[in-house]
């Protein structure tokens, strides 16, 4: 997911995003563990789209108090 798709969804739009990408990173490791994960570089995607969105959360709130 591109960070310039992302800056265009609201606060509780992230939460929400970011909700599912941890889960679907839950999965994807419970994936790994048994063996029957196919692309190991999902992992790394969704690790990285999760620290995009923490950091979108992080620039909104220096906004909001500033």
């Known amino acids: 997911m ?3 798709e992302l800056r ?3 606060v509780e739009e ?3 995003k970011e909700e599912e990408l941890k889960d679907q990173l839950f999965k994807l490791r ?3 563990a048994i063996g ?3 692309n190991p570089m999902k992992i790394r995607n969704v690790r990285r789209d ?3 969105i923490k950091t979108l959360l992080k620039e909104f709130q ?3 108090t500033e």
């Open 2 to 4: 591109k960070i310039r």
């Open 8 to 10: 265009e969804l609201s």
């Open 14 to 16: 992230l939460k929400q």
């Open 30 to 32: 419970f994936q790994k």
């Open 36 to 38: 029957q994960l196919d």
């Open 50 to 52: 999760i620290a995009r």
């Open 62 to 64: 220096k906004k909001g």
